[in-house]
C-alpha cells in the first residue's frame, strides 16, 4: 500500500466474504454445511438437488423442525446459532454445526434462498434472502412444508476470482457426491436423495438394524466392500469403536474409500491414520491403502471439535488412549481372521443369509471381535452349491470326504502334536542372539512341515478344505466344501514361520546389549522432555536412553538383534512418534523387518515337493496362524475358485 489508511470497520459482506474464503471452498463445501444445519434439526428426510455440478445450482430440502418466522432474519446473520449458548455448550457440543458463520458466509458470495416453516400448516411457511451492500435480511410469506429448503444460485457470481478455480461440472460433482456419502454413512436413520441435473443418482431408505446399514455402505461402495470386510463392535474404557474393517487382500490404490466417525462426525485425524497404519503394517502390499467405515463413541466432552473452521480434525483429551484403543482393536480384529474363514477369502459372492439378521447394536466386551458370519460356528455351511440357491448339505460333505479318503487313505494317521516352546538359552533371551532366533527358526520350519490334520467330522471339511496336488512345486490345489483353493506354499509358510518367530521374541523383554561406545544426540528441549517421562516405553525394548544435558541424549543400549542399526534416526524417530501420538513402534518394526527376512529365508522353498501329509500340515496350520491370508510383505497367501466359479469359467449351465 502507498499510503497509509486508518482502521475502520469492515462492512458485512466484505466481512462474510473473508469468512466464506475458510468456509466455501466449492460447492462440496456448501453441501456439507447445509446438509449438516439439516441433520442438526432434527431431519428423517434430506435431499440434495445441483444443477452443473453445483455451481449453477444447490438446494438442500429437509423435513426437520424448521426456523420461526421471527428467527428468520437472524438465519443469516454472522455469528448467530441455536446450538450453543454458553461455553460450557460449546466444550461439550453435541451438533455438527455451531459457528453461525456458514449461511452468512454462503449468501455473501452466491444469490442465497431459504424458505422454512416451523408449523404443521403447510401454508404458514416464511423465505428470507439477504440484499444489498449491508446483507440486509427481507421477510416474505412462502408456503412450505415442515422443515427447511434453502437454494443456493450462481456459487461466486460476485467473486470472478474465486470462481475461475472452480474445476470441470463432473470434479465438482465428484466432490459433492464424495461429501452427499460421508453424511449418509454418518446417519443411518435419516431418508437420502442425490440428483444432479434432474437425474436421481442416490435413493436411500432409513434404517439403523444391521440389514439397513450393510445395505447401505453396499449402495454407496459397492458389494465387494462387504465381501471383503470384518464387522468389529468393541466397547472399552469408555470408548466404543464398531463398524466394517476391510481385509488386507482387499486394498486400493488410492485412499478414497476410508470413513471415520467420531460421535456421528466425519474428521480425518492424524492420529487416527497412525494407529490404522500400524494395525495393517506387516498385512498390506507396499503403496496400498485399507479399507474402512469407522465410528468411534466417546463422551463429547473428552474431544475438542473446534479445532478447525471446517471442523474436520478433532482434538481428544487423552490421545495415547485413543490411538491404543483403536490400534489394539483393528490389529485384534484383523489377526483373528483366519485364512478359509467365511469373509476372509477372495470369493466375489457373500455367504448365504449375510447380513439378514440384526446385530442388536450391543457392543461387545474388548477383545471379542464378531465377524460378519460368525453364525458360520453355530450352523452346518451355508454356501452356494452346483445350483443358484443350493445349500451344502451334511450328506454332501460326507460324501465329499469319503471321496477324499479313498484318494488318500492314509491322510489322517497322523495327527497334530503341539510344538513346545523354544528352550531359553542360559544368560539370555529367544531372541537375544543369533542362536536363540535360528533355534527358534528351525523349530517353527518344522513345525509347520510336521503332519496335522484335525479330528475327523463326517459333516464339515476344513476351511481351507483337503490337499489334493502340488502344481509345478509352487502351489498347493486343495478341494474344499466351496470349490477349489489354491495356495502360494513359499508365502503361507512364511507367515507361519514369522508370526511364530516373532511371538517368541516379543513374548518378554527383547535382549539388551551395551553399546561400547555410547551414542551423543543432540536433542531439543522437547525432544529431552520427551525422553525422560518415556523411559519406560524404551526400555521395554531394550533402550537405554539417559538425559546427559539440556539438550544431549545419550544412547547407552540397544536390542541385541539391532546392534548394527542406524542408531540416531532410530531414536529420533521414536521420540517423534511419542510426543505425537503417545506410542512408538519403531524398534518393533525394525525386529519385526528382521524376523521377516529370518522368516522368508527359513519357508518352504519354491519346487520343492511336498508329500500329501505335508500339504495338508501347511493347511491347517494356516487355519491356526493369525494374519495368514498374507505372506510377510503383503501378498495373498491363497484364493478360491467356488463352483459358481468353475462353471461360469466353462460355461456350463448356459
Same mark, same amino acid.
Given at each position: 500500500?502507498?499510503?497509509q489508511?486508518?482502521?475502520?470497520?469492515?462492512?458485512?459482506?466484505?466481512?462474510?466474504?473473508?469468512?466464506a474464503g475458510?468456509?466455501?471452498?466449492?460447492?462440496?463445501?456448501?453441501?456439507?454445511?447445509?446438509?449438516?444445519?439439516a441433520?442438526d434439526?432434527?431431519?428423517?428426510?434430506i435431499?440434495v438437488?445441483?444443477?452443473?455440478?453445483?455451481?449453477?445450482?444447490?438446494?438442500?430440502?429437509?423435513?426437520?423442525?424448521?426456523?420461526?418466522?421471527?428467527?428468520?432474519?437472524?438465519?443469516?446473520?454472522?455469528?448467530?446459532?441455536?446450538?450453543?449458548?454458553?461455553?460450557?455448550?460449546?466444550?461439550?457440543?453435541?451438533?455438527l454445526?455451531?459457528?453461525?458463520?456458514?449461511?452468512?458466509?454462503?449468501?455473501s458470495?452466491?444469490r442465497?434462498?431459504?424458505t422454512?416453516?416451523?408449523?404443521?400448516?403447510?401454508?404458514?411457511?416464511?423465505?428470507?434472502?439477504?440484499?444489498?451492500?449491508?446483507m440486509?435480511?427481507?421477510v416474505?410469506?412462502?408456503?412450505? !412444508?415442515?422443515?427447511?429448503?434453502v437454494?443456493?444460485?450462481?456459487?461466486? $457470481?460476485?467473486?470472478?476470482?474465486? #470462481?475461475?478455480?472452480?474445476?470441470?461440472?463432473?470434479?465438482e460433482?465428484?466432490?459433492?457426491?464424495?461429501?452427499?456419502?460421508?453424511?449418509?454413512?454418518?446417519?443411518?436413520?435419516?431418508?437420502w436423495?442425490?440428483?444432479?441435473?434432474?437425474?436421481t443418482?442416490?435413493?436411500?431408505?432409513?434404517?439403523d438394524?444391521q440389514?439397513?446399514?450393510?445395505?447401505r455402505?453396499?449402495s454407496?461402495?459397492?458389494?465387494?466392500f462387504?465381501e471383503?470386510?470384518?464387522?468389529?463392535?468393541?466397547?472399552?474404557?469408555?470408548?466404543?469403536?464398531?463398524?466394517?474393517v476391510?481385509?488386507?487382500?482387499?486394498?486400493?490404490?488410492?485412499?478414497?474409500?476410508?470413513?471415520?466417525?467420531?460421535?456421528?462426525?466425519? *474428521?480425518?485425524?492424524?492420529?487416527?491414520?497412525?494407529?490404522v497404519?500400524?494395525?495393517?503394517?506387516?498385512?498390506?502390499?507396499?503403496?496400498?491403502?485399507?479399507?474402512?467405515?469407522?465410528y468411534?463413541?466417546?463422551?463429547?466432552t473428552?474431544?475438542? *471439535?473446534?479445532?478447525? !473452521?471446517?471442523?474436520?480434525e478433532?482434538?481428544?483429551?487423552?490421545?495415547?488412549?485413543?490411538?491404543? $484403543?483403536? $490400534?489394539?482393536?483393528?490389529?485384534?480384529?484383523l489377526?483373528?481372521?483366519r485364512?478359509?474363514?467365511?469373509?476372509?477369502?477372495?470369493?466375489?459372492?457373500?455367504?448365504?443369509?449375510d447380513?439378514?439378521?440384526?446385530?442388536?447394536g450391543?457392543?461387545?466386551?474388548?477383545?471379542?471381535?464378531?465377524?460378519?458370519?460368525?453364525?458360520?460356528?453355530?450352523?452346518?455351511?451355508?454356501?452356494?452349491?452346483?445350483?443358484?440357491?443350493? #445349500?451344502?448339505?451334511p450328506?454332501? *460333505?460326507?460324501?465329499?470326504?469319503?471321496?477324499?479318503?479313498?484318494?488318500?487313505?492314509?491322510?489322517?494317521?497322523?495327527?497334530l502334536?503341539?510344538?513346545p516352546?523354544?528352550?531359553r538359552?542360559?544368560?539370555s533371551?529367544?531372541?537375544?542372539?543369533?542362536?536363540g532366533?535360528?533355534l527358534a527358526?528351525?523349530?517353527?520350519?518344522?513345525?509347520?512341515?510336521?503332519?496335522?490334520?484335525?479330528?475327523?467330522?463326517d459333516?464339515?471339511?476344513?476351511?481351507?478344505?483337503?490337499?489334493?496336488?502340488?502344481?509345478?512345486?509352487?502351489?498347493?490345489?486343495?478341494?474344499?466344501?466351496?470349490g477349489?483353493?489354491?495356495?502360494?506354499m513359499?508365502?503361507?509358510?512364511?507367515?507361519i514361520?514369522?508370526?511364530?518367530?516373532k511371538?517368541?521374541v516379543?513374548?518378554?523383554?527383547?535382549?539388551?546389549?551395551?553399546?561400547?561406545v555410547?551414542?551423543?544426540?543432540?536433542?531439543?528441549?522437547?525432544?529431552?522432555?520427551?525422553?525422560?517421562?518415556?523411559?519406560?516405553a524404551?526400555?521395554?525394548?531394550?533402550?537405554?536412553?539417559?538425559?546427559?544435558?539440556?539438550?544431549?541424549?545419550?544412547?547407552?543400549?540397544?536390542?541385541?538383534l539391532?546392534?548394527?542399526a542406524?542408531?540416531?534416526?532410530?531414536?529420533?524417530?521414536?521420540?517423534?512418534?511419542?510426543?505425537?501420538?503417545?506410542?512408538?513402534?519403531?524398534?518393533?518394526?525394525h525386529?519385526?523387518?528382521?524376523?521377516?527376512?529370518?522368516?522368508?529365508?527359513?519357508?518352504?522353498?519354491a519346487?520343492?515337493?511336498l508329500t500329501?501329509?505335508?500339504?495338508?500340515a501347511?493347511?491347517?496350520?494356516?487355519?491356526?496362524?493369525?494374519r495368514?491370508?498374507?505372506?510377510?510383505?503383503?501378498? !495373498?497367501?491363497?484364493t478360491?475358485?467356488?463352483?459358481?466359479?468353475?462353471?461360469?469359467?466353462?460355461?456350463?449351465?448356459?
Amino acid at each position: 500500500m502507498s499510503e497509509q489508511r486508518r482502521i475502520r470497520v469492515l462492512d458485512p459482506r466484505l466481512a462474510n466474504q473473508i469468512a466464506a474464503g475458510e468456509v466455501v471452498e466449492r460447492p462440496a463445501s456448501v453441501v456439507k454445511e447445509l446438509v449438516e444445519n439439516a441433520i442438526d434439526a432434527g431431519s428423517t428426510r434430506i435431499e440434495v438437488e445441483l444443477e452443473a455440478g453445483g455451481a449453477r445450482l444447490i438446494r438442500v430440502r429437509d423435513d426437520g423442525s424448521g426456523i420461526a418466522e421471527e428467527d428468520l432474519p437472524l438465519a443469516l446473520s454472522r455469528h448467530a446459532t441455536s446450538k450453543i449458548l454458553s461455553l460450557e455448550e460449546l466444550e461439550g457440543v453435541a451438533s455438527l454445526g455451531f459457528r453461525g458463520e456458514a449461511l452468512a458466509s454462503i449468501s455473501s458470495v452466491s444469490r442465497l434462498e431459504l424458505t422454512s416453516n416451523a408449523a404443521d400448516d403447510p401454508t404458514a411457511g416464511w423465505r428470507v434472502v439477504a440484499e444489498g451492500r449491508n446483507m440486509e435480511p427481507r421477510v416474505s410469506p412462502a408456503p412450505h !412444508p415442515r422443515g427447511t429448503s434453502v437454494t443456493v444460485r450462481d456459487l461466486f $457470481f460476485n467473486t470472478p476470482a474465486r #470462481r475461475k478455480f472452480l474445476r470441470t461440472e463432473k470434479t465438482e460433482f465428484s466432490h459433492v457426491e464424495e461429501a452427499f456419502r460421508r453424511q449418509a454413512l454418518s446417519r443411518y436413520d435419516i431418508g437420502w436423495i442425490l440428483r444432479h441435473n434432474q437425474k436421481t443418482l442416490h435413493q436411500l431408505r432409513p434404517g439403523d438394524d444391521q440389514a439397513s446399514r450393510e445395505r447401505r455402505i453396499a449402495s454407496l461402495l459397492g458389494k465387494a466392500f462387504l465381501e471383503n470386510a470384518l464387522h468389529l463392535d468393541l466397547a472399552a474404557s469408555g470408548l466404543r469403536l464398531w463398524g466394517w474393517v476391510g481385509l488386507p487382500t482387499h486394498s486400493r490404490a488410492q485412499a478414497d474409500q476410508q470413513y471415520f466417525f467420531v460421535n456421528g462426525r466425519v *474428521v480425518r485425524d492424524r492420529l487416527v491414520a497412525h494407529a490404522v497404519r500400524q494395525a495393517y503394517r506387516d498385512v498390506l502390499f507396499a503403496g496400498r491403502h485399507p479399507v474402512f467405515v469407522l465410528y468411534l463413541e466417546v463422551d463429547p466432552t473428552v474431544v475438542d *471439535v473446534n479445532v478447525h !473452521p471446517t471442523k474436520h480434525e478433532v482434538r481428544f483429551r487423552d490421545g495415547r488412549l485413543v490411538h491404543d $484403543f483403536l $490400534f489394539s482393536s483393528l490389529h485384534r480384529a484383523l489377526g483373528e481372521a483366519r485364512a478359509g474363514q467365511p469373509g476372509t477369502g477372495q470369493s466375489d459372492e457373500l455367504p448365504a443369509g449375510d447380513g439378514a439378521e440384526a446385530d442388536g447394536g450391543e457392543p461387545q466386551e474388548a477383545g471379542q471381535v464378531r465377524e460378519r458370519d460368525a453364525r458360520w460356528e453355530q450352523q452346518p455351511m451355508a454356501l452356494p452349491g452346483r445350483e443358484e440357491g443350493e #445349500r451344502v448339505t451334511p450328506d454332501r *460333505v460326507r460324501a465329499f470326504m469319503e471321496g477324499y479318503r479313498s484318494l488318500h487313505p492314509s491322510h489322517e494317521e497322523t495327527l497334530l502334536t503341539p510344538q513346545p516352546a523354544a528352550p531359553r538359552a542360559e544368560g539370555s533371551g529367544v531372541g537375544g542372539s543369533a542362536a536363540g532366533v535360528a533355534l527358534a527358526e528351525r523349530q517353527a520350519v518344522q513345525a509347520a512341515r510336521r503332519p496335522s490334520l484335525p479330528e475327523a467330522d463326517d459333516t464339515r471339511a476344513p476351511p481351507l478344505g483337503y490337499a489334493i496336488a502340488q502344481l509345478h512345486g509352487v502351489y498347493i490345489l486343495a478341494q474344499s466344501e466351496r470349490g477349489l483353493i489354491l495356495v502360494d506354499m513359499h508365502a503361507a509358510h512364511e507367515r507361519i514361520v514369522y508370526e511364530r518367530m516373532k511371538t517368541q521374541v516379543h513374548g518378554g523383554r527383547l535382549d539388551a546389549q551395551p553399546l561400547l561406545v555410547p551414542v551423543s544426540l543432540a536433542a531439543s528441549a522437547a525432544e529431552v522432555a520427551t525422553a525422560e517421562a518415556e523411559r519406560d516405553a524404551f526400555a521395554r525394548f531394550g533402550v537405554e536412553l539417559d538425559v546427559a544435558g539440556p539438550e544431549t541424549l545419550l544412547v547407552r543400549q540397544l536390542p541385541a538383534l539391532l546392534a548394527d542399526a542406524d542408531v540416531e534416526p532410530l531414536v529420533r524417530d521414536m521420540l517423534a512418534d511419542l510426543e505425537r501420538y503417545g506410542r512408538s513402534d519403531r524398534l518393533e518394526a525394525h525386529v519385526n523387518e528382521l524376523l521377516s527376512t529370518m522368516a522368508c529365508h527359513g519357508s518352504v522353498r519354491a519346487n520343492r515337493q511336498l508329500t500329501t501329509a505335508e500339504m495338508n500340515a501347511l493347511l491347517r496350520d494356516m487355519e491356526r496362524t493369525e494374519r495368514s491370508g498374507q505372506c510377510n510383505h503383503g501378498r !495373498p497367501t491363497w484364493t478360491e475358485m467356488s463352483m459358481k466359479d468353475l462353471d461360469r469359467l466353462f460355461m456350463r449351465g448356459q
